[in-house]
């Protein structure tokens, strides 16, 4: 199956800016995360909403250099999920048990509650570039990721937010997409009303970009009446920024005992990236020079 336009993430005003709008289509970046880690359909399902809330909170950020991790983890056969997001669209992220499966819900659906869990929290670590990083931290409210971060924007970051994400998955992603829609304060009640009225039509975004809409096309629907204004696009990606040398500064913070150690036992250090699976072997002399 096809879908129209590539991976892409638009970010829009509506009402002259009296609401703030993400909306995106991450289908290759899930189909990336799903082959690189080799998961089921209900992780892939799991991972891949993460990964859309991701690519849009990434968004959010502002400057450059900065990052937003998102860590969910809610005593489900799927263990924590973690992404990691820039504001230049790519993101990389992982789930520690990316083959749990679980049946079909009593609805038929991916039971992505199931394997998440219910019973623990959601974290958004918004690193500024500034001393200390902003965490914010809320309870899981369905696991289901969606209402998890419309909760979490409410509760914690005091910006009720209208939060929608879906994965098609079946021998491979089909579609995946999401949109956060945001009232600024002072925003009209006909607006916010309008919007709640077509929620049914958000939740239904996945199944749209699997029949081959295009983004801009679902726009103009979804905001009808409401001027929407694109302010940016971009393309999301999924990409690892691991290399060598963050692994051996990574070694080097368990200490010279422990460096000995893996000399001693092991004659060097195997390390994996939990974010793409790529494997990095120190021999013994690289790491006698990382102790000195
Ligand atoms: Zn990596």
Same mark, same amino acid.
Do not use: W
């Given at each position: 199956?096809?879908?129209?336009?590539?991976?892409?993430?638009?970010?829009?005003?509506?009402?002259?800016?009296?609401?703030?709008?993400?909306?995106?289509?991450?289908?290759?970046? &899930?189909?990336?995360?799903?082959?690189?880690?080799? $998961?089921?359909?209900?992780?892939? @399902? =799991? #991972?891949?909403? +993460?990964?859309?809330?991701?690519?849009?909170?990434?968004?959010?950020?502002?400057?450059?250099?900065?990052?937003?991790?998102?860590?969910?983890?809610?005593?489900?056969?799927?263990?924590?999920?973690?992404?990691?997001?820039?504001?230049?669209?790519?993101?990389?992220?992982?789930?520690?048990?990316?083959?749990?499966?679980?049946?079909?819900?009593?609805?038929?659906?991916?039971?992505?509650?199931?394997?998440?869990?219910?019973?623990?929290?959601?974290?958004?670590?918004?690193?500024?570039?500034?001393?200390?990083?902003?965490?914010?931290?809320?309870?899981?409210?369905?696991?289901?990721?969606?209402?998890?971060?419309?909760?979490?924007?409410?509760?914690?970051?005091?910006?009720?937010?209208?939060?929608?994400?879906?994965?098609?998955?079946?021998?491979?992603?089909? &579609?995946?997409?999401?949109?956060?829609?945001?009232? $600024?304060?002072?925003?009209?009640? @006909? =607006? #916010?009303?309008? +919007?709640?009225?077509?929620?049914?039509?958000?939740?239904?975004?996945?199944?749209?970009?699997?029949?081959?809409?295009?983004?801009?096309?679902?726009?103009?629907?979804?905001?009808?009446?409401?001027?929407?204004?694109?302010?940016?696009?971009?393309?999301?990606?999924?990409?690892?920024?691991?290399?060598?040398?963050?692994?051996?500064?990574?070694?080097?913070?368990?200490?010279?005992?422990?460096?000995?150690?893996?000399?001693?036992?092991?004659?060097?250090?195997?390390?994996?990236?939990?974010?793409?699976?790529?494997?990095?072997?120190?021999?013994?002399?690289?790491?006698?020079?990382?102790?000195?």
């Amino acid at each position: 199956m096809s879908n129209a336009t590539g991976d892409q993430l638009l970010t829009l005003t509506l009402l002259n800016g009296e609401v703030r709008v993400f909306i995106c289509v991450t289908t290759r970046l &899930a189909e990336e995360a799903r082959r690189t880690h080799a $998961m089921s359909r209900t992780a892939t @399902a =799991a #991972l891949g909403r +993460l990964l859309t809330v991701g690519i849009m909170m990434g968004a959010m950020l502002k400057t450059g250099g900065d990052s937003v991790t998102l860590t969910v983890k809610g005593g489900g056969p799927i263990g924590q999920l973690v992404a990691v997001a820039r504001p230049d669209g790519t993101i990389k992220g992982y789930a520690v048990n990316p083959k749990a499966e679980l049946p079909l819900n009593e609805k038929g659906k991916l039971d992505v509650g199931g394997v998440i869990g219910r019973q623990g929290q959601l974290t958004v670590i918004r690193d500024m570039g500034l001393r200390e990083p902003y965490v914010g931290q809320v309870n899981l409210v369905s696991g289901e990721i969606g209402e998890d971060f419309a909760y979490y924007f409410t509760t914690s970051e005091q910006a009720p937010s209208l939060v929608s994400v879906g994965v098609r998955v079946g021998e491979r992603v089909t &579609a995946s997409g999401g949109l956060i829609i945001q009232p $600024m304060p002072g925003c009209q009640e @006909a =607006a #916010l009303l309008l +919007l709640e009225m077509r929620v049914p039509d958000y939740a239904e975004l996945s199944a749209a970009l699997e029949r081959g809409t295009a983004l801009e096309a679902l726009c103009e629907e979804y905001f009808e009446g409401l001027e929407p204004k694109i302010l940016a696009r971009i393309t999301p990606e999924y990409r690892c920024d691991c290399n060598r040398s963050r692994i051996e500064r990574a070694l080097v913070t368990l200490g010279r005992d422990e460096i000995e150690d893996m000399i001693k036992l092991q004659g060097g250090a195997h390390m994996t990236c939990h974010f793409c699976n790529h494997e990095y072997t120190l021999e013994a002399a690289e790491l006698r020079a990382l102790i000195d």
